[in-house]
């Protein structure tokens, strides 16, 4: 490989590759390869700004290349393998097993290359990437995936969104590095045992990011300065939010907003869920049973409740807005066969969010259909989006083909919304409610939701693994439907044991939400049209006193907590706001030198005070809690233990082991 300096970059080219090297934030390097003859101008997820970025150190030398970043640096070797140091100790290594090799390790004869182009006929390329393993890293992050596990080392994971699959690209590495993977294709991460590797299935070039730093926390921070990070959210959100599926009337949502003041329960928020409009694509309220949103919000505004309503990007293809939106190509393309992606109760199209246009059009309809009237936030379902089969070789955006940039869609949908509303003027106050994201979402006021998720203790326990990692991806704004959204019976004393569980475990999440499809589905709908807000079913009553008065008792228990926590969580936050860190946060993030805590994955902090354990399991009465060094206080009954030690907890269905950590 031939090298040279540009400017403060070290770029190598070898054959028809051209490799570039450079600084991009603290203890940072990006690191793009393409076959073409020079890169395209798509940052993707990072800012272009690299402000904290030090004077770069480059050397050349005969046959290798050396590239310093503060903390990070490169090396390159003649036939182009890049190996990274912290400091001068190796923490990640290209995977090359071909000839030409100056090392040992490299001359193979497996014909095994690190960066391997593979060309797609009159097209781009699919794109592999292979690092060598590490028997001892653990690997976290990745966004939110519906698996049990909390180390993804071992793991293969989709690069592709869907309802309850989050893809976020940043891993962050027991070895003290944090990697994105900068680039929006539909692909695979698997980190095996014996390599790991990043696949695209279309791309134009190499784009990854990598930093070294002494702490998960720091690595956070160096990740978010380079790719955003969170607004401040705003204090009176952070108590309960009210949802069910669905409320289908104005009457409904003031009849349960008016019980909440009834009976003296504070409530923040309360959401209006989908199939409120006519049809999908018009984006207002049915005015059949919606006749005055405007003093309906003003009422509600009145008892200190802020107003939320669900929008879908699907356009139904007899939407008043169907023919001009089609016409002037706002909506996603199909590549083949009818223009249909969604099939959700209607014939839909979803509008193209990576169209700045369709953007515009959409916010826009929904300025003069909801914001007008007072709603204050927005819940955008479907943000992956949902498609009727996710046949991705299938669809077309404004920036390409699904294959090659699908994964950002989320985060322009976002940003439809948060550029609307911020142009609004309500900038400090925006919260979006959302499906789904990307690297840098959370810059765009994303609160991100594990989605569509079941009913169960199993489901359970993997949204504490999903919150836990997305908060290590860099979004710290997160939050589940308490109980689950698909087959909870609220006659059942085993769901209602559920609920009360994942009430506790939410009130120590970053927003306490009810939601979900409550069986049995045995209400008749308001209307035997097909369309329309009265025609599509409902779920049974999900307030806190639909559930029994044990489960009333305990619920109001835990929301006076809540309450009383909310000037720590406005802290927490602030944090996030201005360093990144995650509210919810693996054990390893808080005690990164006790070795216990990186394999610990049941229990974790909320902010740097409060660790929480919750019951994650049926008919389960104690549990074990591991605590750091350190003096710590057991909210329950005020008894303070020193670390260092294991202990059995009672866990009543009342109770959630909580600890407060008092010297630090």
Known sequence: MYFLKEDQALTGKRQNEILRIEPWGKNALRVRSTLYPGF????????PAADEAESPKIVIDKDKAFIHNGMISACVNAAGVITFYKKKKRILREYYRNYGGTESMESRCLKVVAREFKPITGGDYRLTVRFESNDKEKIFGMGQYQHAYMNQKGCILELAQRNSQVSVPFALSSLGYGFLWNNPAVGRAAFGQNYTEWHAKATDQMDYWITADDSPAQIITNYTAVTGRAPMMPENVLGLWQCKLRYRTQEEVLGV????????????????????????????????YWPDPKAMVEELHSMGIRVMVSVWPSVDRKSKHFGEMFDRGLLIRTERGTIQTYDFNGDCVSFDAMNPEARTFVWEKCRQNYFQYGIDLFWLDNAEPDFAEYDFDNYRYYLGPALKVSNIY?????????????????????????????????KYAALVWSGDVPSTFASFRDQLMGGLNIGLAGIPWWTTDIGGFMGGDVNDPAFIQLLIRWFQFAVFSPVLRMHGDRDPHDIPPLSDQDYGGGYLYTGRPNELWSYGDEAFRIMKKYLKLRLALKPYILSLMKEAHETGAPLMRTMFYEFPQDEKCW???????????????????????????????????????????????????????DCIPVFERINK
Not at 633 to 649: F, H, P
């Open 257 to 288: 907003a008016g019980e909440y003041k009834r009976l003296g329960i504070p409530l923040d928020v309360i959401v209006i869920d989908f199939f409120h409009w006519t049809r999908q694509g018009d984006w207002c309220f049915d005015p059949e």
């Open 40 to 47: 395209s101008d798509n940052n993707w997820a990072l800012i």
């Open 410 to 442: 989320p985060l322009m949908y976002t940003k439809a919304f948060y550029d609307g509303l911020d142009a609004k003027g309500q900038s400090g106050q925006i919260v979006n409610l959302v499906r789904s994201a990307w690297a840098g979402s959370q």
């Open 599 to 653: 394999e610990l994955n049941d229990q974790f902090m909320f902010g740097p005070d409060y660790l929480v354990a919750p019951v994650l399991k049926a008919d389960k009465f104690f549990r074990r809690v591991y605590l750091p060094a350190g003096l710590w206080k057991d909210i329950n009954n005020e008894k303070e233990y020193e670390g260092g030690q294991t202990l059995r907890c009672d866990a009543p269905i």
